[in-house]
């Protein structure tokens, strides 16, 4: 595995070199170069930002495809809930599902039910009171890796347990092992997404040793193939067995309000999540004990790899969870729910590893941007003046990349021509 | 030579909505230059509660922060009331702030306890009617 995998990517060819992807990235982690975008990989989060406001479609998502379940002799499909939400014309799940598996899968397994398992463990985890607070949910894997870059201090906030996707994975394996006498590495897993950054997660192995699951098939090209015959389906099977409140998951609110506790915050969109975490670093928020933060705007029916307007989807996920019960079927497998490792703090935005060179760099930024427009217009290719002056100190800019220094510049060269006259 | 950063900022004392804008710009400048996270944390923290102290009683004020890669010192001056009992400030719970203030989430009297729990020197300079200074002074070192 490379250091940094990420599951977001740059198409090169689509890529105009606007500044839409550079200045709506909350990490600063895109820059414009020789008219394309490129993306410092130490610094994206896989937030999926820039796949959402890209308006040629360069920014994509690696996932796998179909080719993959061949290589297995029994393939589950693991299924996000914000997947229900999809369709516009088909609401019951029990249809949705068979029409999934008529497209190669041997079996289904709803993430929704791992997320029940989860918010159980959360609220033994609450009530032994061995969590910080306020606590913060791991369940979205775009904020964990912010944590990681930017918020060092909370990152003993997280509650250290693996996302609802990994336990259902290891379920899932379990109870296909169980039923058709298959070795473990004959069987696949097959994560259905709705997100960029959990394929980051399961490639990348951030909390856990080794992910259970084995390919992530974008909800996209799932709902693309399913939506022929989703209509004609007849012999609908029972297959649903997760509660309403693991399928609330996938909209914001979704899962704090399954944990015991009455005070909690439930932020989504990525630059709302930074301000709550700013908030919480700086000692406020103090009557708060649960933080579900979650990167896409609606939460996870908002994410990248979905079909469906996030707002549609989050009313027909609460739609269908009217009429369903909670009951749900427990996990019987032996696994770990913890992190099996936590995760560190990755300094990425550090201008040097000796605090004194970092401030003299720190001092020349300070003296450039004092010099700069500062009407950040992204034209340099940084998104922000400020991020253009540390961008020229580290070296990855030259001070005429900005057109108004090039403007002036030129009327200089051009007054020294007309005095010569 | 160690190299040694001079930040200087004035706090306005209308707004309640940004205070805090200091603090947050010398958090984002600290990580940036490598201090430990909880080192930055102190200082944040510290340095919140005194700019809410200015914008709550004094109309604002001045803060001078300057960095070296032993320590932070932070500089938070203001032409205030003064504080006439010290002692008394310094209990927690302790506070003088208007009813309005506490409505908007203020003036629970653990300003000035705060700021003594997240530094490591604090000095306070103050005369009643004229202003405070206040001192502190946060360790980078391990």
Redesign the interface.
């Known amino acids: 595995m490379k250091k940094y995998w990420h599951s977001v990517t740059l198409d090169k060819d689509l890529c105009k070199g606007c500044t839409n992807c550079l200045k709506h990235c909350p990490t600063q982690a895109i820059r414009i170069q020789g008219g394309r975008a490129k993306i410092l990989k130490e610094r994206c989060i896989d937030c999926g930002e820039c796949i959402r406001v890209c308006p040629y479609h360069a920014k994509k998502a690696v996932t796998d495809g179909f080719d993959m379940l061949k290589g297995y002799k029994y393939n589950v499909a693991l299924v996000a809930p914000a997947f229900y939400g999809q369709f516009s014309r088909t609401e019951d799940i029990d249809t949705i599902l068979t029409a999934l598996i008529k497209l190669g899968f041997d079996d289904i397994f709803e993430v929704a039910r791992g997320a029940q398992e989860i918010t159980k463990k959360t609220n033994e985890m609450i009530d032994s009171g061995e969590l910080l607070k306020p606590s913060i949910s791991s369940a979205c894997p775009a904020v964990v890796r912010l944590i990681a870059i930017k918020f060092p201090n909370l990152i003993g906030n997280i509650v250290p347990l693996k996302s609802p996707m990994e336990v259902s994975a290891a379920q899932a394996r379990y109870e296909a092992i169980k039923k058709t006498g298959f070795k473990a590495e004959e069987i696949g897993i097959f994560f259905i997404s709705p997100c960029a950054a959990k394929t980051t997660f399961i490639k990348g192995n951030y909390t856990v040793n080794k992910s259970d699951v084995d390919g992530v098939i974008s909800i996209k090209d799932v709902c693309i193939k399913m939506s022929r015959h989703l209509q004609k389906i007849e012999d609908v099977k029972n297959l649903r067995t997760a509660g309403k409140s693991g399928i609330l998951w996938a909209t914001s609110g979704g899962e704090a309000e399954a944990t015991k506790t009455e005070r909690f915050i439930s932020v989504d969109g990525i630059h709302n999540v930074i301000n709550v975490l700013e908030e919480i670093e700086d000692g406020k928020l103090l009557d708060i004990d649960y933080v579900e933060a979650l990167a896409c705007p609606g939460g996870c029916v908002g994410g990248p790899l979905t079909t469906e307007n996030s707002f549609a989807a989050r009313s027909k996920i609460q739609r269908i969870c009217k009429y369903i019960d909670d009951g749900n079927k427990p996990f019987d497998s032996k696994q770990n729910f913890k992190w099996d490792q936590s995760i560190a703090y990755k300094p990425v935005m550090n201008l040097d590893p000796d605090i004194n060179e970092a401030m003299r760099k720190m001092n020349l930024i300070e003296e450039l941007y004092e010099q700069m427009p500062k009407i950040d217009c992204g034209s340099c290719g940084s998104p922000s003046c400020r991020a253009f002056a540390e961008d020229i100190v580290r070296g990855y800019a030259k001070e005429t990349d900005c057109i108004f220094k090039l403007r002036d510049l030129a009327n200089e060269a051009l007054q020294l021509k007309n005095k010569n006259k | 030579m160690?190299?040694?950063?001079k930040l200087h900022y004035v706090v306005s004392g209308d707004d309640f909505t940004r205070a805090?804008e200091t603090?947050?710009k010398v958090?984002k400048?600290l990580?940036?230059?490598?201090?430990r996270?909880?080192v930055?944390?102190k200082v944040?923290?510290a340095m919140?509660e005194g700019e809410i102290n200015m914008v709550i009683h004094a109309d604002g004020g001045t803060i001078d922060v300057d960095?070296?890669?032993d320590e932070i010192v932070i500089v938070m001056q203001d032409k205030g009331p003064g504080i006439p009992d010290v002692e008394k400030a310094m209990q927690e719970g302790f506070s003088t702030a208007s009813n309005n203030v506490r409505e908007l989430g203020f003036g629970a009297g653990m300003g000035l306890p705060?700021i003594k729990k997240y530094s490591d020197v604090m000095e306070i300079d103050t005369q009643v009617g004229k202003g405070t200074k206040l001192r502190i002074v946060i360790y980078?070192k391990e």
């Not at chain 2, 160690?2 to 950063?5: G, I, N, Q």
């Not at chain 2, 990580?31 to 201090?35: D, P, S, T, V, W």
């Open positions: 160690a190299e040694v950063m805090g603090s947050s958090k400048t990580n940036q230059l490598g201090f996270p909880e930055v944390r944040a923290i919140y960095i070296s890669s705060n980078a």
